[in-house]
């Protein structure tokens, strides 16, 4: 009889957490076949943390686990997280393994990043950063860390959106500047966005208008 992985559970559900909660989640399996049981690899598709058993070859009849972190201080929203477990079944040589949940955030933005690309002075983003509030969360000032990003705020009835434009006086080149916006939540009275790009060493151009 050929080795065979046999897990538990396959797909685990962990509910709700808040932003920045750590969420673990230990998936038992054991060899159930006749031959020993090989573990080749383990392998997440995204930003988690997996602990493989200690050895890598299960007995017959033999229980190992694998446990699942997941970081979700920039998730916001329904998530769905994999894991590719490689092993030597011969009828399942991988196994696919999910973590679900919803993330939580007092305010949360969307992207979580923003990436500019080439800009001259003066013009303005194409595209805006949306920021999404639980009811009661207001948002208030926003602080810019460098001196290539300008940034404004201009409510929405579901939010608020953040408008990114490049300094007059702004240095040609690639920047990495952050913009921080300041809450009236305890649990979260900042939230701070990573804006990258590059600013063109051209004549600047006119602010170019973004649709309302």
Request: proline share 9%.
């Given at each position: 009889?050929?080795?065979?992985?046999?897990?538990?559970?396959?797909?685990?559900?962990?509910?709700?957490?808040?932003?920045?909660?750590?969420?673990?989640?230990?998936?038992?399996?054991?060899?159930?076949?006749?031959?020993?049981?090989t573990i080749d690899n383990v392998r997440a598709s995204c930003a988690c943390t997996v602990t493989t058993p200690s050895s890598r070859v299960l007995h017959p009849g033999d229980d190992a686990t694998i446990v699942v972190s997941l970081d979700t201080s920039r998730d916001?929203?329904?998530?769905?997280?994999?894991?590719?477990?490689?092993?030597?079944?011969?009828?399942?040589?991988?196994?696919?393994?999910?973590?679900?949940?919803?993330?939580?955030?007092?305010?949360?933005?969307?992207?979580?990043?923003?990436?500019?690309?080439?800009?001259?002075?003066?013009?303005?983003?194409?595209?805006?950063?949306?920021?999404?509030?639980?009811?009661?969360?207001?948002?208030?000032?926003?602080?810019?860390?460098?001196?290539?990003?300008?940034?404004?705020?201009?409510?929405?009835?579901?939010?608020?959106?953040?408008?990114?434009?490049?300094?007059?006086?702004?240095?040609?080149?690639?920047?990495?500047?952050?913009?921080?916006?300041?809450?009236?939540?305890?649990?979260?009275?900042?939230?701070?966005?990573?804006?990258?790009?590059?600013?063109?060493?051209?004549?600047?151009?006119?602010?170019?208008?973004?649709?309302?």
């Open positions: 009889m050929p080795p065979r992985i046999a897990f538990e559970e396959t797909t685990h559900d962990f509910g709700r957490a808040a932003q920045g909660a750590p969420v673990s989640h230990t998936y038992p399996f054991h060899n159930a076949g006749g031959l020993d049981l916001v929203g329904r998530k769905t997280r994999t894991i590719s477990v490689y092993s030597n079944d011969p009828a399942q040589p991988v196994t696919t393994l999910s973590l679900v949940g919803d993330v939580e955030a007092e305010l949360a933005a969307d992207p979580p990043a923003l990436y500019v690309g080439h800009l001259r002075r003066n013009q303005v983003a194409q595209n805006e950063v949306r920021l999404l509030k639980r009811e009661g969360v207001a948002v208030g000032s926003v602080e810019e860390s460098g001196k290539v990003v300008d940034a404004s705020l201009r409510t929405t009835p579901t939010g608020a959106r953040l408008r990114i434009a490049i300094k007059p006086d702004a240095p040609p080149g690639r920047f990495k500047d952050t913009v921080t916006v300041r809450t009236n939540s305890t649990r979260q009275p900042t939230l701070t966005i990573p804006v990258v790009g590059v600013v063109d060493a051209a004549a600047s151009g006119q602010a170019a208008e973004l649709p309302e």
